[in-house]
């Protein structure tokens, strides 16, 4: 969604918007997913995505980087930064999920062949997760992997370490608490 085609004062129903006029703020609420901010240092043209599991897996920030190569951006010139957003230690998720994630999200197969650094970042070694079947899933660092796959330079990418989960009192978290209330997140273009 452009920003410049909304109207004041009214909500928009999106999980993206992108901003190509100066002093315009963009406005995306989250719990546990990730607000993602994308500046362009040359022509100040903004975006602010709200980003999840689900997100990630329809290649949210693959379809954002294009509508920025259509306004003429270098990659070069794109800053991203991911803010507070619930940590792979409290997104735990069964199996079938986690594969069926990591085959749309990244294009890969999780198999018991994977390299040991590969099946580390995957799943985690506690007695307790594989009692009950369950599995880490790391959104901030597949987001970074899809930025990376969009020649985004790594230097130009920031990460917040805040987890909306474990902050209680600073972060609210649907995974933690079952809350509708949420954090504002916003970005705003200048020139």
Known sequence: MF??????????????LFGNKCNQNLWVYTADCMPIFFADKRTRNVAALHCGRKGLEKKII???VKIYDNFGTSRDDLLVAIGPAISKEHYLVDKITLKEFYRNAENKKITNNLPK????LCFSDSNHFKDQNLNQLDLKRSAYRQLLNENIPNTNIDIS?????KLKNEFNSWRRSKTISRQWNFICSYK
Do not use: P, W
């Open 3 to 16: 920003g410049s085609h909304s109207q004041e004062g009214i909500k928009i129903d999106a999980d993206g």
């Open 62 to 64: 693959k379809n954002l």
């Open 117 to 120: 650094t590969e099946k580390d």
């Open 161 to 165: 370490n805040l987890c909306t989960y």
